[in-house]
């Protein structure tokens, strides 16, 4: 009970510093206020432009594809929040900068998981909100007690399971030094399962996304449940459980995956 | 010119010393191949053409615009930010080089290295599984040619704009990444300017985003005919002669007041 209520204190401690930082430079955080919705922006408007120019992608109407598109940034938004460090862990290893956190007496991976809390972050949530908002007044989305709930389920799930991959990428650079490129391939799959339904894709490529690497689960899945949307596959039960469930699965894999790595660091440096 | 062609060299041989990294970004690429032609497939279902534009010039529109992005990763912007930051810009400028001759280098470098990671395996790919990324003809091919050289200066005259502002204000923030989302976007990248309202499209002529990734596509897909594809080239060059005037005027400012940090 001590132990908990002191990394609690230290989770809150770096928190409160992390946010501190962050408020340091406004000019800095006004510039990823622009620069962030307008990615976002350009992505709408290009799911705007082809779906008005072909047709209902995979079955999938525009305001559907903004329900999907905006839960899909919520995820990304809050992962970018709490996970970010995962992105430059191959620079945390090359540059020997985990060293650092080997020689405190706190467990290592609450260090990693809580030494950059990424508050501005948040600006890729805002823009997020306002498109899942917009998408649920055009998809005439219910918040019933049901959905509400579902909804907050998938968006756990889909949080866990971005965090999840990204720790177990990150945690590559223990064995191959580099492993940003990874990252980059998971944004480029994250984007494209994110923003067009996933059931415009052949069944074997759905499989893969939904059974090897379930990147589908990230908002494909629940925004199909939420909208009674077509999904491709008709997988059994609550597909926001599932989701939750497959989250929480992958975030664990990753602790493990971290774990098992940091007793391959060699260090480096000097 | 030797130590010019000596840096490209390098940089060549830098790349290829990081075994997994070349074969991850491989697959990357790979991937990307295949999940943007099952998206132009699902919107192409059922429809023949759409702006005078079929399915399979679509799918080679997307083939070179991955082959482009590879080729346009121009790395001039990251490595003045990086060396300011850190104040090795100073050793940069002791060198018996032009630095930017030198960074030209360094990414003419990074085009070899991605014809020989990146391109020949994206061609091989798309032509046994995806379709064949063939020229419209001859002539079209060669002014593809010569357009995607005025689209490389282009692109890369506006990331060394970008890179000089790092020598006043040290970090410009997410400038840099907004000048980016507006490239994607703007140039056609992903989707094809010509599918965009007819108000923004007439914008966009003025603008030079479009002649970085549209323009030397549909060029070779065959959209644009040879004499159109001339006076393209043309405003190309007088893109270039623009950016390049204003580069050599903020450079000599920039040069006359630089301020070296760390130690």
Known sequence: MKTLSRYGLMAMTLLKINIQRGLEYPAHLIGWLISNPLQFIFGLITIKVVISNFQALGGWSFEQTVFLYGLGIISHGLSVVLFIQTWYMGFLITEGELDRMLVRPLNVFFQFCFFDFNFIGLTDMLPGIIIFTYGCMAASFQFTLANTLNLLLALVGATALRGGLYTIIGALSFWIQRSRQLIGVQWKLFDYSAKYPMNIYPPIVQGIFTFLLPIGFICFYPASQLLYANAGFALPGNLCLWTFAVGIGFYMLGMMVFKIGLRWYESCGS | ?263
């Open chain 2, 1 to 263: 010119m030797k130590p010019y062609l000596y840096m490209i060299k390098i940089k060549l041989l830098l790349a290829l010393s990081y075994r997994y990294e070349v074969f991850i970004t491989f697959i990357t690429q790979i991937i990307l191949l295949f999940v943007s032609s099952f998206f132009w497939k699902a919107a192409y279902k059922g429809i023949d053409s759409v702006a005078m534009v079929n399915e399979r010039q679509m799918l080679i529109y997307s083939v070179i615009s991955i082959i482009l992005g590879n080729i346009f990763s121009i790395s001039v912007e990251d490595s003045i930010r990086q060396k300011v930051r850190k104040g090795n810009v100073a050793v940069d400028f002791l060198k018996p080089v032009n630095i930017f001759y030198m960074y030209f280098s360094e990414d003419i470098g990074n085009v070899v290295t991605s014809v020989v990671q990146q391109i020949i395996p994206i061609l091989i790919v798309s032509s046994l599984f995806i379709v064949v990324p063939a020229p419209a003809s001859a002539v079209h091919f060669i002014l593809f040619l010569v357009s995607v050289c005025c689209s490389y200066l282009i692109m890369w005259l506006i990331s060394a704009i970008f890179g000089l502002f790092y020598f006043w204000v040290i970090d410009i923030g997410p400038l840099g990444e907004i000048k980016n989302y507006m490239i994607l976007i703007l140039s056609g990248s992903f989707v094809p300017v010509w599918l965009f309202p007819p108000i923004i499209q007439k914008t966009l002529v003025f603008l030079p985003f479009v002649y970085i990734y549209q323009f030397p596509i549909s060029v070779f897909i065959g959209k644009t005919s040879p004499m159109p594809a001339l006076t393209g080239i043309a405003v190309q060059a007088v893109w270039i002669l623009g950016f390049g005037l204003l580069f050599g005027k903020i450079k000599r400012h920039v040069e006359k007041n630089i301020m070296v940090q760390g130690g």
